[in-house]
């Protein structure tokens, strides 16, 4: 079946980088959306950034442009979120999710998505 394991995360200190990468198996993905969510303590799980299945279009939060990119390598079957000048408002569980072959254009709501990792805590202190 279908996996997704994130790895990457830990504590760090506000303005530093982190990159975090989502490994898939178990499936055919060439046609599958990727994205990056993540879940503050008390917070409602929110989008953080998306690929496209073609890898063409990407997608972030306005809280997270320009500081954090998402990327693909289809080769060893992996998504990455490279982070850098961390908040502390950027403190949570972090979280990836692909979608079934997907041609839609909604990539920021998690419902979109059918397939989820086990998360990776981020921790960055001030």
């Known amino acids: 079946q279908v996996q997704l394991v994130e790895s990457g995360g830990g504590l760090v200190q506000a303005g530093d980088s982190l990159r975090l990468s989502c490994v898939f198996s178990?499936?055919?993905?060439?046609?599958?959306?990727m994205g990056w969510f993540r879940q503050a303590p008390g917070k409602e799980r929110e989008f953080v950034a998306a690929l496209s299945w073609s890898g063409l279009a990407d997608y972030y939060a306005d809280s997270v442009k320009g500081r954090f990119t998402i990327s693909r390598d289809s080769t060893v079957n992996t998504l990455y979120l490279q982070m850098s000048s961390l908040e502390p408002e950027d403190t949570a569980v972090y979280y990836c999710?692909?979608?079934?072959?997907?041609?839609?254009?909604?990539?920021?709501?998690?419902?979109?998505?059918?397939?989820w990792g086990q998360g990776t805590q981020v921790t960055v202190s001030s």
């Open positions: 999710a692909v979608t079934r072959p997907y041609f839609g254009d909604d990539l920021s709501s998690s419902q979109e998505y059918d397939y």
């Open positions: 178990g499936g055919t993905f060439t046609r599958s959306a």
